[in-house]
C-alpha cells in the first residue's frame, strides 16, 4: 500500500510508535494531518491500530492530550467502525487485553495464553493482533510475559532432534543485517569444517530492517533456503557438510503468515526476540545457543529467558553487530557464557585471540546480497583481509568461550587455505 495517506501514516508511526524512550513527539502539524489519514480507508488499518496504541499509550505532551480528548468525544467521525473499540466498552476478550495494555498493566498467564492463540489465529483481525503487539512493546514486556509466549511457542512450533553430540545454534534476529556484512552461512560451515555442527534459522525478508538474511545469502547461491527438516539434520550429521538451514516457512508457519502484520506494524515485537530461541533442530546431548542483544537491560533479560528455555541448553550471549551473534571486530564487546553448569561473564577481542586489530569501521549502508555472498565466499577460500579474519575470529570466540575447543588463528586460516571449508559450502 503506497497511497499518499499511507505514507504520512507510516512516517509518523515511525516518530511516535518506537518506544518509551526513543519516540518522538507528534507537531501540532502532525496532528492537523491524522484525522484525514485516519479517515482514509486506502490507509492500512493496522498500521493505524499500532498509531492510535502508540498515542493512547506513551506519555503525551499537551497538543497530542488535547488531540487525544477531541478524539474521544469524536471517533466515530474520524475512525473507521473497526478501530472504535479503542474508546468503547466491550466484553471481546481481547479488547480488554489491549486496553489493560494501553494502561500498562502486566498481563495474566491466561491474557498470555490468550493473546498468542489470537496471534496464530487466522481469523483473528490483524489490526487487533498488531494492538496487543504493540501495547506489549511500549508498556515493557515483564520477564513473566516473554516467558510465557516463550513456552507457548515452543509447545507449538516443530522440533527435530538429532543425536549430534554438540549441535551450536546461530540465533541471530530474522530481520537480518544492513550495516554490516551477514557472516553467519560462513562462520556455519568454517565451524563445520572444524567437526563442530552448527544450524542456523530464520526466514528470507523481515520488516522493519529487510536486512541481508542467510537465506538471501542461499538464494544468491542458488542452494536451496527451504529444506524440510529431514533434509537439514541429514546435512548437519553428514560430516562432509555439518551445516544446515531451518526456514520458519517450514518450521513454524503460523509465526511466519504474521510477517504482513509485522511489515505494517513497522516494529520489531517481542516475537523477534523469541523465535530466534525455539531450538528448531536441536541435540539431545549437548545443544549450544548463540545469541546477541543491542540493548544492555536485554542481556538480563536473555540470560533468565535461556535459565528457564524448556531445553536447557548452554549457551553464549555477545552483544555483536546489529544486536546479533557476531562479534564487531574493530572493539570489544560484552560476552556472557554458560557452558557445563558454569557461568562466566566478560569482554573479549580480536587482539585476545591473536587477530591483528582493525580501525574503527564505518557502518556500510549500501551493501549488497551479491557483494556479500562474494566476499565472504572469497574468504573461505584463503583470501585474507578484513572479512577473512572476522569469521575467523567469530570461530575462535565461539570454541573458546563454549570451552568446545582452542584452536589457533593460523590453523582456522589454514581450513580456508586449503579450500577444506569451500568444501563444506560447495556440499551443502
Same mark, same amino acid.
Given at each position: 500500500?503506497?497511497?499518499?495517506?499511507?505514507?504520512? &501514516?507510516?512516517?509518523?508511526?515511525?516518530?511516535?510508535? %518506537?518506544?518509551?524512550?526513543m519516540? =518522538?513527539?507528534?507537531?501540532?502539524?502532525?496532528l492537523?494531518?491524522?484525522?484525514?489519514? @485516519?479517515k482514509?480507508?486506502?490507509?492500512?488499518? %493496522?498500521? +493505524?491500530?499500532?498509531?492510535?496504541?502508540?498515542?493512547?499509550?506513551?506519555?503525551?505532551?499537551?497538543?497530542? =492530550? /488535547?488531540? $487525544?480528548?477531541?478524539?474521544?468525544?469524536?471517533?466515530?467521525?474520524?475512525?473507521?467502525?473497526?478501530?472504535?473499540?479503542?474508546?468503547?466498552?466491550?466484553?471481546?476478550?481481547l479488547?480488554?487485553?489491549?486496553?489493560?495494555? $494501553?494502561?500498562?498493566?502486566?498481563?495474566?498467564?491466561? *491474557?498470555?495464553?490468550?493473546?498468542?492463540?489470537?496471534?496464530?489465529?487466522?481469523?483473528?483481525?490483524?489490526?487487533? +493482533?498488531?494492538?496487543?503487539?504493540?501495547?506489549?512493546r511500549?508498556?515493557?514486556?515483564?520477564?513473566?510475559?516473554?516467558?510465557?509466549?516463550?513456552?507457548?511457542?515452543?509447545?507449538?512450533?516443530?522440533?527435530?532432534?538429532?543425536? &549430534?553430540?554438540?549441535?551450536?545454534?546461530?540465533?541471530?534476529?530474522?530481520?537480518?543485517?544492513?550495516?554490516?556484512?551477514?557472516?553467519?552461512?560462513?562462520?556455519?560451515?568454517?565451524?563445520?569444517?572444524?567437526?563442530?555442527?552448527?544450524?542456523?534459522?530464520?526466514?528470507?525478508?523481515?520488516?522493519?530492517?529487510?536486512g541481508?538474511? %542467510?537465506?538471501?545469502?542461499?538464494?544468491?547461491?542458488?542452494?536451496?533456503?527451504?529444506l524440510?527438516?529431514?533434509?537439514?539434520? /541429514?546435512? @548437519?550429521?553428514?560430516?562432509?557438510?555439518?551445516?544446515?538451514?531451518?526456514?520458519?516457512?517450514?518450521?513454524?508457519?503460523?509465526?511466519?503468515?504474521?510477517?504482513?502484520?509485522?511489515?505494517?506494524?513497522? =516494529?520489531?515485537?517481542?516475537?523477534?526476540?523469541?523465535? +530466534?530461541?525455539?531450538?528448531?533442530?536441536?541435540?539431545?546431548?549437548?545443544?549450544?545457543?548463540?545469541?546477541?542483544?543491542?540493548?544492555?537491560?536485554?542481556? !538480563?533479560?536473555?540470560?533468565?529467558?535461556?535459565?528457564?528455555?524448556?531445553?536447557?541448553?548452554?549457551?553464549?550471549?555477545?552483544?555483536?553487530?546489529?544486536?546479533?551473534?557476531? @562479534?564487531?571486530? /574493530?572493539r570489544?564487546?560484552?560476552?556472557?557464557?554458560?557452558?557445563?553448569?558454569?557461568?562466566?561473564?566478560g569482554?573479549?577481542?580480536?587482539?585476545?585471540?591473536?587477530?591483528?586489530s582493525?580501525?574503527?569501521?564505518?557502518?556500510?549502508?549500501?551493501?549488497?546480497?551479491?557483494?556479500?555472498?562474494?566476499?565472504?565466499? *572469497?574468504?573461505?577460500?584463503?583470501? %585474507?583481509?578484513?572479512?577473512?579474519?572476522?569469521?575467523?575470529?567469530?570461530?575462535?570466540?565461539?570454541?573458546? @568461550?563454549?570451552?568446545?575447543?582452542?584452536?589457533s588463528y593460523?590453523?582456522?586460516?589454514?581450513? !580456508?587455505?586449503?579450500?577444506?571449508?569451500?568444501?563444506?559450502?560447495?556440499?551443502?
Open positions: 500500500m503506497s497511497t499518499k495517506s499511507q505514507q504520512i &501514516l507510516t512516517q509518523l508511526l515511525k516518530t511516535k510508535g %518506537t518506544g518509551a524512550k519516540s =518522538k513527539h507528534l507537531t501540532d502539524a502532525n492537523q494531518s491524522l484525522p484525514t489519514i @485516519l482514509d480507508s486506502n490507509a492500512n488499518l %493496522t498500521t +493505524k491500530a499500532t498509531l492510535l496504541t502508540a498515542l493512547l499509550s506513551l506519555e503525551p505532551t499537551q497538543s497530542e =492530550k /488535547d488531540w $487525544i480528548s477531541k478524539l474521544k468525544q469524536t471517533y466515530r467521525q474520524w475512525l473507521l467502525p473497526e478501530l472504535w473499540f479503542f474508546f468503547e466498552d466491550s466484553p471481546h476478550e479488547v480488554l487485553i489491549i486496553q489493560k495494555l $494501553i494502561r500498562h498493566h502486566d498481563l495474566t498467564e491466561e *491474557d498470555l495464553e490468550t493473546s498468542f492463540r489470537s496471534l496464530v489465529d487466522f481469523d483473528t483481525p490483524e489490526y487487533l +493482533k498488531a494492538s496487543i503487539l504493540e501495547g506489549l511500549l508498556k515493557r514486556e515483564t520477564f513473566e510475559e516473554n516467558l510465557v509466549y516463550l513456552r507457548y511457542m515452543m509447545r507449538h512450533s516443530r522440533h527435530y532432534a538429532s543425536e &549430534l553430540p554438540v549441535l551450536l545454534d546461530i540465533s541471530n534476529a530474522y530481520d537480518g543485517f544492513n550495516r554490516t556484512p551477514c557472516l553467519a552461512p560462513f562462520i556455519a560451515c568454517t565451524l563445520a569444517a572444524l567437526g563442530y555442527a552448527t544450524v542456523l534459522h530464520g526466514v528470507e525478508e523481515l520488516g522493519p530492517k529487510k541481508i538474511t %542467510t537465506a538471501k545469502l542461499l538464494k544468491a547461491a542458488g542452494k536451496n533456503a527451504r524440510r527438516p529431514w533434509q537439514a539434520i /541429514d546435512k @548437519l550429521e553428514d560430516p562432509r557438510v555439518g551445516w544446515s538451514y531451518m526456514d520458519q516457512s517450514c518450521t513454524y508457519p503460523e509465526l511466519y503468515r504474521l510477517i504482513p502484520l509485522r511489515e505494517a506494524m513497522l =516494529k520489531r515485537p517481542l516475537l523477534a526476540t523469541l523465535e +530466534k530461541l525455539l531450538c528448531l533442530i536441536y541435540s539431545t546431548t549437548r545443544h549450544i545457543i548463540l545469541t546477541g542483544y543491542t540493548h544492555p537491560p536485554y542481556k !538480563m533479560m536473555m540470560q533468565r529467558l535461556l535459565n528457564h528455555h524448556p531445553l536447557n541448553p548452554d549457551y553464549l550471549i555477545f552483544r555483536g553487530t546489529e544486536g546479533s551473534s557476531q @562479534l564487531p571486530i /574493530d570489544r564487546a560484552p560476552y556472557l557464557a554458560y557452558t557445563n553448569t558454569q557461568a562466566a561473564e569482554f573479549i577481542s580480536a587482539e585476545d585471540l591473536g587477530i591483528a582493525y580501525q574503527r569501521l564505518k557502518p556500510q549502508a549500501n551493501l549488497s546480497v551479491d557483494e556479500v555472498l562474494c566476499q565472504g565466499l *572469497d574468504a573461505i577460500q584463503g583470501k %585474507t583481509g578484513v572479512i577473512q579474519d572476522w569469521i575467523i575470529y567469530q570461530v575462535l570466540a565461539t570454541l573458546s @568461550l563454549t570451552q568446545l575447543a582452542q584452536p593460523a590453523s582456522v586460516k589454514a581450513c !580456508m587455505t586449503r579450500s577444506k571449508v569451500y568444501k563444506h559450502w560447495c556440499l551443502f
